[in-house]
């Protein structure tokens, strides 16, 4: 097996776990790899996804806050001062 298609396996399996409500750990163990190695591969991927995540905007007020809208209709409202990490948190899925 490529390195390119070992690593599309293993970001495969890191999008299941996501939508198994499962735990990092008993997923991994149903998946017969060890908990260092998934755990491994979950932050390549979340590297992979960070790259290009935020794009600089301009032209607005940025003492009026931030504002999320989720696509179930929910929208979180944040102050302008919360750190990128939270706002970077709260949008990946």
Do not use: D
């Not at 495969?12 to 908990?35: F, K, T």
């Not at 996804?49 to 940025?62: D, I, K, T, Y």
């Amino acid at each position: 097996m490529t390195q390119k298609e070992n690593r599309a396996m293993m970001f495969g399996m890191v999008e299941r776990w996501q939508e198994s409500g499962m735990s990092q750990a008993a997923y991994a163990q149903s998946q017969n790899i060890s908990l260092i190695k998934f755990r491994y591969w979950i932050r390549k991927y979340h590297q992979s996804n960070e790259q290009g995540a935020f794009v600089q905007l301009s032209g607005f007020c940025s003492s009026s806050g931030i504002s999320i809208r989720y696509p179930n209709g929910v929208e979180l409202a944040l102050p302008a001062q919360t750190p990128a990490a939270v706002v970077k948190s709260l949008i990946i899925f």
